[in-house]
C-alpha cells in the first residue's frame, strides 16, 4: 500500500484546510487509517483516526470539534477538514494505515500503522 498526503498549506489563524490521504494498493477500505502530526518542538502525535468502515472515529483532546476525518473508499482517499486552525497546529501532518480496519486502544499509537504516507506540512501563521 503506497499513501499519498497533500492538501496542507499556509493559512492565517481561524482558517481551514482540508488535506488527503491517497492509497494505491492493498485493500483500502478494509484498513483504518490515522492522522499523526509532528513540529519541530514536539514528538509525532496522534491526531485522529477512523475505522476501515468509516463509522467510528477517534480524535485527540485538542481538535475535537474543530477536526473532522472522513474517508470516501470509492475514492480510496481519507481527508482531514481541519477548521478553526490555531497556530499550534502548525506541522507535518502524517497520515498512516493500519491493516486492522477496527479502530482499537493502540490506534492512538504510531507503532501500530502499517503503512506511512510522506507527510504534508500545514502552517498556521497568528
Known sequence: VQLQASGGGLVIAGGSLRPSCAASGGTFRRYAVGWFRQSARNER?????????GGRTWYQ?????????????????????????KPEDTAVYYCAADVNGDLRS????SSTYDYW????QVTVSS
Open 45 to 53: 502525535e496522534f491526531v485522529a483516526a477512523i475505522a476501515g468502515t
Open 106 to 109: 493502540s490506534s492512538r499509537r
Open 117 to 120: 504516507g510522506q507527510g504534508t
Open 61 to 85: 483532546d485538542s481538535v475535537k470539534g474543530r477536526f473532522t476525518i472522513s474517508r470516501d473508499n470509492a475514492k480510496n482517499t481519507v481527508y482531514l477538514q481541519m477548521n478553526s486552525l
